[in-house]
């Protein structure tokens, strides 16, 4: 668990490593967010369902008789097999004219893909980093279209102090994928291990504009901006919106309060609790006598009229 008082005492060594919790990123290959001060081992992503068969497309329209108007409609090409990788981009018909083109998404992931995938994962977690290693590699060969085998290339490069080489690793991932939000945190958790700290805080700047819900991103901001930039404004910023993200109360509350505090900025004030309304009275109760003004003695009730002939 980090503090802002435990984690300014530690030597601002370029080789100190801040950990922290794993996050998913929306592609279908995530990876794993490091955080600020504890140390927890990594974990590998997990991997992706394969990609469900592509349907089958209608067969094309029949030409028309001789002497008609108009032209034949354009041939659609064959859709690709079962698990069969897609460029992004590419389109499986002719675009309706006037109409504006659909949003590529990311390629769907390859059956073979997966089984690979699911296996180096498992090498990984099992401590055999050599396998693993050479798992990661091989699938990022074969699919260089996805970012998460270079990202925990870059991970199990960082664990065993190959700093450089996990440097080189998550460049290419995103390299390959930009809009990797976690590809992009990564990079900067093993520039600020090398002492690259303004680097560090950009890979974790473009992290953010790849996913502005990406919570881990912010934290990281905030920790690398505060200890070793001495920027204590954007600190401030990160850490709070990572609190917005996330709801955490300890340590980060108590952070934000300390920032707030060099920067000469009141203390936040939390919300009062709602006073519960008081109960109703029962139907038919006599209805409570009118308060006597501040200061006012209350009247006493008159008395009863005497009855006649007593």
């Not at 006037?98 to 390859?110: D, E, F, N, W």
């Not at 498992?122 to 279209?145: D, H, S, V």
């Not at 290339?153 to 809009?179: D, M, T």
């Not at 505060?226 to 993200?245: F, H, K, M, N, V």
């Amino acid at each position: 668990m980090w503090s802002p008082s435990s984690s300014r005492r530690a030597p601002r060594a370029p080789g100190r490593h801040v950990a922290g919790r794993a996050a998913v990123p929306a592609l279908a290959l995530l990876s794993v967010l490091a955080g600020c001060a504890s140390k927890p081992q990594p974990q590998p992503v997990k991997a992706p369902p394969a990609a469900a068969p592509a349907p089958t497309p209608a067969p094309a329209p029949a030409s028309p008789p001789k002497g008609s108007a108009g032209t034949p409609a354009t041939a659609r090409p064959p859709a690709a097999g079962a698990g069969a990788t897609i460029p992004a981009g590419a389109t499986t018909g002719a675009a309706t004219a006037g109409a504006p083109a659909a949003p590529a998404g990311p390629p769907p992931v390859p059956a073979a893909a997966a089984s690979d995938f699911a296996r180096a994962v498992r090498y990984m977690r099992a401590g055999n980093a050599t396998e693993a290693e050479l798992g990661f590699k091989q699938i990022a060969l074969e699919y260089p279209q996805f970012a998460a085998p270079l990202v925990n290339l870059g991970i199990l490069y960082r664990k065993s102090n190959r700093l450089e080489e996990s440097e080189q690793s998550l460049k290419s991932a995103v390299g390959h994928e930009p809009a990797s939000a976690a590809a992009w945190s990564e990079l900067g958790v093993t520039q600020r291990m090398r002492g690259e700290f303004k680097d560090a805080a950009a890979s974790y700047e473009e992290a953010i504009k790849a996913d502005p819900q990406f919570a881990p991103a912010w934290r990281n901001l905030g920790v690398v901006s505060d200890l070793y930039l001495g920027d204590p404004g954007r600190a401030l910023t990160a850490l709070s919106r990572y609190q917005e993200l996330t709801g955490e109360e300890k340590p980060v509350s108590g952070w934000i309060a300390e920032l707030r505090q060099r920067l000469g900025l009141p203390p936040v004030k939390r919300p009062e609790a709602a006073q519960p309304a008081p109960p109703a009275a029962p139907e038919g109760a006599p209805a409570a006598a009118p308060a006597a003004p501040d200061g006012a003695a209350p009247k006493a009730p008159a008395s009863p009229p005497a009855s006649a002939g007593g």
